[in-house]
């Protein structure tokens, strides 16, 4: 083992377990200064362990730093056993990324809080784990002529895809957070940390000493992208309207007073004026909220359901932070006044004691026929 390889795994292990130990703390202690807040949809049970699931990826790194330092130490790092132990840790890694990404608002709408996807995901990463034990015990096809280690190729592809999914998530995260400039480092920085990669599958890819100075840049730069994370997360949890402090009035048709402290807002009165389609929407919500039960309190938001595109829901924000001529840092983002529940499902945030619908125009509502199926909220009250 040379002392720049001796160099590289002891600086891999030590800054991976202290990036790893801070993301921890910092996770712990963000659970129990906003525990309300992350814990508020009390049907899901949902807690956010994205730092959680960062912070043990990091974990992973540090056994893979050691089993290395081991495995050259000992002088054992060339056996079938070495390198799927290698090819191994990097798939458990990958698998902690993704679940991270689970809990990701902006990552791609396939992957955030849809179960369904996420256990395709994890599936194909255990078939890759499958074929890369496969192909790591047939030493004849391990290293081919063109120089490729076969082995390889399957934990290559699986962190091309990886890193793809945490470029656009990091950099949709930090520019709607007004970091712009740090989306693009992150991205960056991505595609470093899979350019450190190429070398565990092309055999003449660069040297001893610059793979390895790629791969501790790689690895040092992302973990403090995590850390920035972490911080924009605090910023926007302080910022973050709670439930129980935010009230609406839904006075007549197209008139919506509401109060948001957090963001500077006290009764202010919002006319929609010819965008009833937005209005509409939000009444139903409200409606839902304030008079169902369990799943009923909330609207599916797909091709399929009662409202049909997202977008609706943008716009719904858009207008209102329009109307109340709110500057960038009073903002209001559509996870103010919504919950994202799951599988295309969203869900009004006020508390229902503090939604008031004037009863005139409740009983309008349900007249309209394509709003009879809201007249059964009623019969469990």
Same mark, same amino acid.
Not at 43 to 60: C, E, I, P, W
Not at 252 to 278: A, E, H, R, Y
């Given at each position: 083992? %040379?002392?720049?390889?001796?160099? /590289?795994?002891? $600086?891999?292990? =030590?800054?991976?377990?202290?990036?790893? %130990? +801070?993301? +921890?703390?910092?996770? !712990?202690?963000?659970?129990?200064?906003?525990?309300? *807040?992350?814990?508020?949809?009390?049907?899901?049970?949902?807690?956010?362990?994205?730092? #959680?699931?960062?912070? +043990?990826?990091?974990?992973?790194?540090?056994? $893979?730093?050691?089993? !290395?330092?081991?495995?050259?130490?000992?002088?054992?790092?060339?056996?079938?056993?070495?390198?799927?132990?290698?090819?191994? +840790?990097?798939?458990?890694?990958?698998?902690? #990324?993704?679940?991270?990404?689970? /809990?990701? /608002?902006y990552a791609p709408r396939f992957i955030y809080n849809n179960k369904k996807n996420i256990n395709t995901i994890l599936i194909v990463i255990l078939a890759t784990s499958i074929i890369t034990f496969t192909l790591s015990n047939f030493s004849e096809v391990k290293d081919t002529s063109n120089g490729i280690h076969i082995s390889g190729i399957p934990d290559l592809i699986l962190s091309g895809f990886l890193c793809y999914l945490l470029g656009i998530s990091f950099y949709r995260t930090f520019a709607h957070r007004g970091l712009k400039i740090v989306g693009i480092i992150s991205v960056l920085i991505i595609v470093l940390v899979l350019s450190s990669q190429l070398s565990e599958v092309f055999i003449s890819y660069g040297n001893d000493f610059s793979n390895n100075l790629i791969k501790i840049i790689a690895k040092t730069s992302l973990i403090s992208i995590f850390l920035v994370l972490a911080t924009t997360w605090v910023i926007r949890l302080a910022n973050?309207?709670?439930?129980?402090?935010? %009230?609406?009035? =839904?006075?007549?048709? $197209?008139?919506?007073?509401?109060?948001?402290?957090?963001?500077?807002?006290?009764?202010?009165?919002?006319? =929609?004026? !010819?965008?009833?389609?937005? /209005?509409?929407?939000? *009444?139903k919500f409200a409606i839902r909220r304030k008079y169902g039960e369990g799943d009923s309190q909330s609207l599916m938001v797909s091709l399929g359901g009662e409202i049909k595109n997202q977008t609706y829901l943008t716009r719904i924000i858009e207008n209102t932070n329009s109307i109340l001529e709110l500057d960038h840092t009073q903002l209001l983002e559509r996870r103010d006044l919504f919950t994202f529940i799951g599988e295309g499902r969203y869900r009004l945030r006020m508390i229902p004691n503090h939604i008031t619908i004037d009863t005139t125009l409740l009983e309008e509502f349900l007249k309209i026929p394509e709003n009879k199926d809201y007249s059964t909220l009623f019969k469990t009250k």
């Open positions: 083992m %040379t002392e720049v390889s001796k160099f /590289y795994m002891l $600086s891999h292990i =030590f800054i991976s377990l202290v990036g790893a %130990t +801070l993301l +921890l703390a910092i996770w !712990s202690n963000i659970r129990q200064r906003f525990k309300q *807040l992350l814990e508020e949809d009390d049907t899901q049970k949902r807690v956010d362990k994205g730092l #959680l699931h960062l912070s +043990l990826a990091m974990f992973v790194w540090v056994i $893979s730093g050691c089993w !290395s330092y081991v495995g050259h130490h000992f002088s054992f790092e060339n056996t079938t056993g070495f390198q799927f132990g290698i090819h191994l +840790l990097s798939i458990v890694n990958n698998m902690f #990324l993704l679940l991270a990404l689970f /809990y990701f /608002y973050m309207p709670k439930p129980n402090e935010m %009230t609406i009035s =839904f006075l007549d048709w $197209s008139l919506v007073k509401i109060s948001i402290p957090t963001k500077g807002v006290f009764d202010k009165t919002i006319d =929609f004026g !010819s965008k009833t389609t937005q /209005y509409k929407n939000l *009444l």
